[in-house]
């Protein structure tokens, strides 16, 4: 908190930059406490056993890749492109993007989230919960099983939480910024 408070900035229409920390820039040791946080997180919270932690390309894939060495199983990143090296079908969503502008596509390999895995979603912000949504659309389409969502910072003023509720699974996050103030630089945050 104290690091979102110090080096975060406010920026037009409600979004908040921390490229010093998470979105551009990882401090490993910084990194893995977040993922040693959300797996003693989920673990308080019942989400047991995850066999696989998703995340959407690029700046989810730290502390999903954090989380993932805590749990001791691998993590799968959504591509937003698709390689030459991913012929033939795919598992595919779409999600809003507001720091980009338009819809972005996540794709997946289907065996790299094969049917009944239980799925863990780390992500860097939960705000609208579009892209949140479009990787619970990927687990859904593999026929998996989501376990839990978890956030390094939920903007609690956007309604991402409110799209998720009817998951019945736990949405964690490490830091909930309950205001973020234009006019003076101010952001009102508190622990997860």
């Known amino acids: ?18 490229d010093g920390f998470l979105n551009h820039r990882l401090e490993p040791a910084l990194t893995l406490a977040m993922g040693r946080a959300f797996q003693a997180r ?32 691998p993590v799968v990143y959504a591509r937003k492109t698709r390689p030459a090296t991913l012929p033939g079908p ?3 969503a779409r999600a809003p993007s507001r720091t980009k ?5 996540l794709i997946v ?23 949140i949504g479009a990787l619970v659309e990927l687990i859904m389409a593999a026929d998996a099983q989501l ?11 956007e309604d991402g939480r409110a799209r998720l ?8 996050a490490l830091a909930v910024v309950e205001a973020l103030h234009e006019a003076d630089g101010r952001i009102e945050v508190r622990a997860g």
């Open 1 to 18: 908190m104290r690091r979102i408070r110090r080096e975060g900035r406010v920026l037009p229409g409600g979004l908040l930059k921390v």
């Open 42 to 73: 989920f673990a308080a919270a019942g989400a047991t056993r995850p066999g696989v932690v998703l995340t959407a390309e690029t700046s989810g894939i730290g502390p999903a890749f954090a989380t993932a060495v805590a749990l001791d199983v």
């Open 90 to 92: 795919v598992l595919e």
């Open 101 to 105: 502008g338009g819809t972005t596509p």
């Open 109 to 131: 390999s289907p065996e790299l989230l094969p049917h009944g895995a239980r799925v863990l979603i780390i992500d860097d912000f939960l705000a609208r919960g579009h892209t």
């Open 147 to 157: 376990v839990g969502i978890g956030a390094v910072i939920e903007k609690s003023f």
């Open 165 to 172: 509720a009817d998951l019945g699974v736990p949405v964690l």
